[in-house]
């Protein structure tokens, strides 16, 4: 699989785009078990040419992360544009247009998936930052509205034909935010429509090798986008990738092994903001972690574990935690 110059080969596996989770240092941890393409959390337009700080950290990307994407989204050409420009600015190797998100706040306001009730304008948006960035620019959207507007076969011709070099899928509509299974029968009509030629990738619900296996194989997609499945377990890329190339498992570690990298997660979301915003952004992935799962009487030590407000206290509780419970 080739977006641009930037060649994948073949079975890319990629991290989703997701707000407050793929900071610079989660990148960092996927692409080392094996992503083979990055995606930061979505930048706001708006923000981004109003120059706020919170949003300008954003575009950090570093050498060791890459082939790597920033996101962007608005509802705005203008606004796009410029933010387009900044982003090509920070060097990275493709600009993603979010016309997927579907959360009130930016949905509701027009942006994300809000674009999905007007086309016209997320077509113009996206011919026009085609034309002002020199770096490959792609597309994540959904498969339309609600179930009544599944429109994603019609508006994936539209959209290649603005010049995208690469477009996304999430399985599901906006109506659906992320409840019910991803559908991935569209995906696979675009695909497989003889008139696309850019690469498509699937994304929705894949939280094991065997899903994304079966994801290649059934819908022919060119890439496979790991969201949601990746919070709590980076480690997944390692699994897939595995499982792709050899059609088996990937042998479990010891459980001090996952618990390592549960723990320099840690370390590196309090290096990166401090000691009490760190714990509070890590929180997310200890909460939804497969690591803990299946383990009898876990609730009360779960609890503390997201409670706990210093490294130390929650080392503690990490660590005793095979002593209590796995011997």
């Known amino acids: 699989m080739k977006i641009g110059d930037t060649i994948l080969g073949p079975y890319p596996v990629m991290l989703a785009p997701m707000e407050d989770v793929t900071d610079l240092s989660f990148r960092l941890l996927c692409k080392r078990f094996g992503a083979d393409l990055v995606y930061t959390e979505f930048v706001s337009s708006d923000a981004l040419i109003r120059h706020v700080n919170r949003t300008k950290e954003k575009l950090a990307v570093a050498a060791a992360e890459r082939p790597v994407a920033i996101q962007i989204y608005g509802r705005e050409v203008g606004a796009m544009c410029e933010a387009a420009q900044l982003c090509e600015a920070a060097h990275p190797d493709l600009i993603d247009l979010n016309f997927g998100c579907p959360v009130k706040k930016v949905a509701g306001k027009g942006a994300g998936a809000g674009m999905l009730q007007n086309i016209p304008q997320m077509l113009a948006i996206t011919r026009a930052v085609v034309r002002?960035?020199?770096?490959p620019v792609t597309v994540k959207t959904r498969l339309?509205?609600?179930?009544?507007?599944?429109?994603?076969?019609e508006l994936a011709e539209r959209l290649q034909d603005c010049g995208i070099a690469a477009l996304t899928i999430h399985g599901r509509t906006r109506a659906q935010m992320y409840t019910g299974q991803a559908d991935w029968t569209l995906i696979g009509e675009v695909k497989n429509n003889p008139r696309m030629h850019i690469p498509v990738i699937g994304n929705g619900?894949?939280?094991?090798?065997?899903?994304?296996?079966?994801?290649?194989?059934?819908y022919g997609v060119d890439g496979v986008m790991i969201g949601r499945g990746s919070i709590g377990q980076p480690w997944i890329f390692r699994e897939v990738k595995h499982y792709l190339a050899?059609?088996?498992r990937l042998p479990a570690e010891p459980f001090e092994w996952y618990l390592d990298i549960l723990k320099q997660q840690v370390l590196q979301s309090v290096e990166r903001l401090d000691e009490r915003r760190g714990i509070l952004h890590i929180r997310r992935h200890l909460a939804a972690t497969p690591l803990f799962k299946g383990i009898p009487d876990f609730r009360p030590v779960r609890v503390a574990m997201l409670r706990a407000e210093t490294v130390e206290a929650l080392f503690d509780i990490m660590d005793g935690i095979k002593g209590a419970f796995l011997t």
Do not use: K, L, Y
């Open 132 to 135: 002002a960035v020199s770096v």
């Open 246 to 248: 050899t059609g088996e």
């Open 205 to 218: 619900d894949v939280t094991s090798p065997e899903q994304c296996r079966t994801c290649f194989d059934r």
């Open 144 to 153: 339309g509205w609600d179930s009544e507007h599944r429109i994603i076969v």
